[in-house]
């Protein structure tokens, strides 16, 4: 059985493995950061004791004031399409709107149509582009839910 619940440095492992399974694009001391700075916005998944998935949210200020964006999101291959990703942004999205935050925004590669459909079913809408946003000179796609 599956579990949504906040992220505990136990969990630190688990989600390391699943970003370099997945991404490889971040240092992996950065989600201790994000866990320090964000605990109450940063969640996994578990099942049977294991971490199978895990979403970083963060509070950040920019120019038209406080908004809450989710800096990653990612599940294991083999748990995919089982609703756990929907989960996990539920259990963010939930978090978000307990801070009275209701401008939430992520990033998506460019080629990641899958992503982009996953978070339009969650109400996100196409807001922008971030040319060259990724390392590799990706451009990532800019999605806003209020």
């Not at 949504?4 to 950061?33: C, N, T, W």
């Not at 460019?110 to 451009?139: K, P, S």
């Amino acid at each position: 059985m599956i579990i949504i619940r906040r992220f505990k440095p136990r969990d630190f492992a688990g989600v390391i493995e699943i970003e370099h399974e997945q991404f490889s694009e971040h240092d992996p001391y950065l989600y201790m950061s994000l866990y320090e700075l964000n605990e109450d916005t940063f969640f996994v998944a578990e099942d049977r004791g294991s971490v199978v998935g895990f979403v970083a949210g963060m509070t950040a200020v920019g120019e038209h004031g406080v908004y809450c964006r989710v800096f990653s999101i990612a599940v294991r291959d083999a748990y995919q399409g089982l609703g756990v990703g929907t989960q996990l942004m539920k259990g963010v999205i939930a978090a978000f709107h307990q801070k009275k935050i209701r401008d939430i925004i992520l990033e998506v590669r460019n080629h990641n149509l899958r992503a982009v459909r996953f978070y339009q079913r969650l109400g996100f809408v196409v807001t922008g582009m971030e040319y060259g946003y990724y390392r590799d000179g990706e451009d990532a796609i800019i999605m806003r839910q209020r």
